[in-house]
């Protein structure tokens, strides 16, 4: 059984960090592509960071400020959040990609406000 389990998520104020942690069971994890995605009120649901070969991709509205890594004894995907905007604010989502199907985590809240 494939899972996923999300942490970290929370209230912060502005200019703020955060570290979400997703840990996977029931999968290779080594041999899966991790993603973070995060959806906001009334907004499709956007990819953010993934790592993924050895390799990490970030959208443009996180780049500079959010690190996705990976510890893979730990079966488990970080994703380092600083200098948080009111626009970050959204429930983020983890995603494990194997070679069958992809899978998600339960989501994590995060809310940016002063």
């Known amino acids: 059984q494939v899972q996923l389990v999300e942490s970290g998520g929370g209230l912060v104020q502005p200019g703020g960090s955060l570290r979400l942690s997703c840990a996977a069971s029931g999968i290779i994890f080594t041999a899966s592509a991790m993603r973070w995605y995060r959806q906001a009120p009334g907004k499709q649901r956007e990819l953010v960071a993934t790592s993924s070969g050895g390799r990490t991709y970030y959208a443009d509205s996180v780049k500079g400020r959010f690190t996705i890594s990976r510890d893979n004894a730990k079966k488990t995907v970080y994703l380092q959040m600083n200098s948080l905007k009111p626009e970050d604010t959204a429930v983020y989502y983890c995603?494990?990609?194997?070679?069958?199907?992809?899978?998600w985590g339960q989501g994590t809240q995060v809310t940016v406000s002063s």
């Open positions: 995603n494990a990609e194997t070679f069958t199907q992809g899978y």
